[in-house]
């Protein structure tokens, strides 16, 4: 069983930053490919990027492509989120999952994080 936490949301004006983490439980971190999905009040979540197993490869979702950067770091078991440029749109719950696969759909994802919510004023 993987535990992940994430941590880092918080309340920023419309252009601010944040950075969210998420840190697995696991030795067994590098196993997975990770991914951010965000939710917004009675919706399915959304996927907003994903990275490999080794950090090589990444992609990410039309809406933050240029403005989000997905990073991870094996040797602390955690994964980034870097948001940049931030728009009032990007409020939802953000959460990080792993998967043994490597994609976009939430269903491919083993294991979530609680969420940490991210808002961004106008």
Known sequence: QVQLVESGGGLVQAG????????ASERTFSSYAMGWF???PGKDRE???????????????DSVKGRFTVSRDNAKN????????LKPEDTAVYYCGATTLYGSSW?????????TQVTVSS
């Open 47 to 61: 996927f907003v990027a994903a990275i490999t197993r080794s950090g090589g490869n990444s992609f990410s979702a």
């Open 38 to 40: 965000r939710q917004y």
């Open 107 to 115: 269903s491919e994802y083993d294991y979530w994080g609680q969420g």
């Open 16 to 23: 601010g930053s944040l950075r969210l983490s998420c840190t």
């Open 78 to 85: 955690t994964v980034y989120l870097q948001m940049n440029s």
